[in-house]
């Protein structure tokens, strides 16, 4: 039970619990505005009192897409909402750290792929191109 216990009270885990419960609440916020705002605005360009309830036949069958394009539109405003205020703040930030590191003097860029490789190479390994320079014997 010690090992269950430490796994359990560990940062990560703890974090996951929370982001899944926080993950869930917005999804609920963000459906309920999509009912609640998005569906009216749609029926008014559509001239359909609800979105939920369009369909189409098929062989006398009933196809509800309604509903499916009230969760397609939920999933578009959580991937952008995700996308803009944890992606790109994620990246700038990655960005930022990155910018102050030093290259390693052991390497450089090989000019024509970008690939790091090291100082005493004659070809890059990645492209197989001739590295610039003079070859050291």
Known sequence: MDGFKKFILRGNVVDLAVGVVIGAAFNSVVSSFVKSFF???ISLLTGNNKLSTLYFLINGTKINYGDFLNALISFLIVALVIYFFVILPMNKLQQLANSG???DPATKHCPY?????????????????????KMKK
């Not at 792929?113 to 320079?133: D, H, I, N, Y």
């Open 101 to 103: 590191k030093t290259i």
């Open 39 to 41: 569906t009216p605005l």
């Open 113 to 133: 792929c970008l690939t790091e490789v090291s100082v005493k190479a004659t070809r890059c390994s990645a492209c197989t191109s001739q590295l610039p320079g």
